[in-house]
């Protein structure tokens, strides 16, 4: 909803919440090793997106309110049974490759001391809520007034990666293939929610924790840990193409394709 004011330049409020999602990853970050809980069970970082997003409706209350997508309610079934077998899929890939070099998961190391399976799933999803109401919530929908749905997915996934910034400290081959694995699942995620497809936080929300959770079954991967990342963004990769085909073969012929929402005037820029 936006009044009578001028919305800010394009820029800004992307700006605001890039660095609000930094400086907030890093105070989560020392409040976590300060006081806990498991890092297995919740990690407090994954709030500092939903701080962000508070921090741009806060800086622009009352004069423009960005795009939203916060549907939590009667998801697209066809976005979430997208988006479940996408997960089945990349988690599938590495499990086979992995397991073909000796390295497969293990199970039993899903869990959190000894916190019950039901309070980890819990936490992973409270957990991956608050992340998607920066990433799929605000920063993919705000950026998409713009940009093409690969570009927005492309731009959300760098940005995710990066904000992940202790896996730099792993050496330039994790971090390359990390960051390919953040922006192949975002891709994903920008073809499977499109422009606001109902329960779109929902259905990222329970993406994200399912890949969380079974991240959690390969540990270190065998020591393959970029392995794994590379592997999830092939097959991350390959269910965006596949869905993206799908929609569009299912398009009626000679109908006209759904616009990108109106930027933002150009006076604004």
Sequence with gaps: MT????????????????????????VLVALQAATGPDPDLL???QFAPAIAVA???LVWRGRWRPPLQVGLWRPDPAALAGAIGSVLIILALPAVV???????????????????????????????????????????????TRYSV???GVLVGIVWGVWHVQVFA???????????ATIAMSVLLAVLLGTGRRG??????????????????????????????????????GC??????????????????????????ADAA
């Design 200 to 237: 779109s936080l929902l259905i990222a929300t329970l993406f994200h924790a399912a890949v969380n959770l079974g991240l959690l079954a390969f540990g270190d991967a065998g020591g393959r840990a970029p392995l794994l990342w590379s592997s999830m963004a092939v097959a991350a990769a």
């Design 170 to 180: 792993a050496g330039a081959t994790y971090a390359a293939a990390f960051l390919s």
């Design 150 to 152: 690969l570009v927005t």
């Design 43 to 45: 990690e407090l970082v």
């Design 98 to 144: 992995l397991v073909s070099l000796g390295a497969g998961p293990d199970f039993s190391a899903v869990r959190a001391g000894a916190a019950p399976l039901g309070l980890l799933v819990l936490a992973q999803c409270v957990g991956a809520c608050g992340e998607e109401l920066g990433w799929r919530g605000f920063l993919q929908p705000y950026l998409r």
């Design 55 to 57: 921090a741009v409706l």
């Design 240 to 265: 965006a193409a596949a869905t993206a085909w799908i929609r569009s073969s299912r398009r009626p012929a000679g109908s006209a394709v759904r616009a990108r929402p109106a930027a933002p005037r």
């Design 3 to 26: 009044t009578g004011a001028a919305p800010p330049r394009w820029w800004a409020p992307s700006a605001v919440y890039v660095l609000v999602v930094l400086l907030a990853g890093g």
